[in-house]
């Protein structure tokens, strides 16, 4: 790309004073290939208008979390839950992403006890005293994606249950703060991951976060385990999701055959998860949804 000519962040800026020292920055960098260093595509750097619109789809997310929020309590059905997000998200112009997505039936996934996410909200699921709820909400606003998630403690919880709920939390903020501008993905992951482990959880690795923005689901992949300074090199204009999923027990999942969906604990036990949708910025991160 000529200096003179647009930048390919589509920012409207000469290339010469937009990306070309990033550009520069990458071209120079010694990629080790033993530990999977990558890096990132185009497509998934994000320019400041692009930012402006992801966060403003965050914080109609993070109202529609506040909402779900106000609304947890012993005896009220997912579904009730499902619909009030629906209509908030609507109100304010956007769209709740997971509905129709890839044939999902609902606006938002609700995950209890050992479902361990894409729980499908429903009139006879009713929250009951001692349950821990994740509900996982993703707005689409003028083509651009936030996605959050939080869990929630119903009435009285057992220690153990609550133990896993914080640590869980603790494991996405630890990883949170690993995310650094010109260091590596595997930072995230190990930072996940090793807190999960040192608290004698598992760490589920059939699914995980994302890029995220100008898609639901883009790359890179984000484990929750994983080795520092691996996989692909973080930059400013990154976007992606830290969500950890942790396990009381064993770390193997399967999808219910009853919907195809819900994916579940094999072992029946307890699992967690929180999330976040962060910004690689110049000097580290922004939380743009939680
Ligand atoms: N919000 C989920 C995520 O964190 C994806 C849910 S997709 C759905 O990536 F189809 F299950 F809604
Ligand atoms: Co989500
Ligand atoms: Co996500």
């Not at 010694?30 to 497509?43: N, Y």
């Not at 995310?179 to 992951?189: C, E, N, Y």
């Not at 029946?268 to 929180?274: F, I, N, R, Y």
Request: hydrophobic share 35%; with cysteine.
């Amino acid at each position: 790309m000529q200096r003179n000519e647009l930048c390919w962040c589509g920012s409207g800026k000469k290339y010469k004073k937009c990306h070309e020292e990033f550009d520069e920055r990458i071209k120079e960098f010694k990629f080790d290939v033993f530990k999977g260093q990558t890096r990132p595509p185009k497509k998934i750097i994000n320019n400041q208008e692009d930012i402006a619109r992801i966060r403003a789809a965050g914080v109609i997310n993070d109202g529609a979390l506040d909402l779900a929020a106000s609304l947890i309590k012993p005896g009220v059905d997912t579904a009730s839950i499902d619909k009030a997000v629906q209509e908030f998200i609507e109100s304010k112009g956007g769209y709740p992403s997971c509905l129709h997505y890839e044939g999902f039936p609902k606006s938002t996934c609700i995950s209890i006890n050992d479902v361990v996410c894409h729980g499908i909200p429903s009139q006879k699921t009713i929250l009951k005293e001692g349950d821990i709820v994740n509900v996982d909400i993703t707005t689409t606003l003028a083509g651009y994606y936030a996605d959050a998630s939080r869990m929630f403690m119903v009435g009285e919880v057992s220690a153990e249950a609550e133990r896993l709920v914080k640590v869980t939390k603790e494991c996405m903020e630890r990883g949170i703060a690993a995310a650094r501008p010109w260091h590596f993905l595997g930072d995230i992951s190990a930072a996940c991951g090793d807190y999960a482990h040192a608290n004698g959880y598992s760490v589920v690795t059939d699914l995980g976060g994302h890029g995220v923005g100008k898609d639901f689901h883009l790359e890179p992949f984000v484990s929750h385990e994983g080795q520092a300074g691996t996989g692909m090199l973080l930059v400013p204009g990154m976007v992606l999701t830290v969500e950890p999923m942790i396990n009381q027990g064993k770390k193997d999942v399967y999808i219910d055959s009853k919907d195809n969906w819900t994916v579940r604990t094999k072992d029946k036990k307890l699992s967690a998860q929180w999330e976040k949708t962060i910004l690689i910025t110049e000097t580290g991160t922004e939380v743009l949804s939680s």
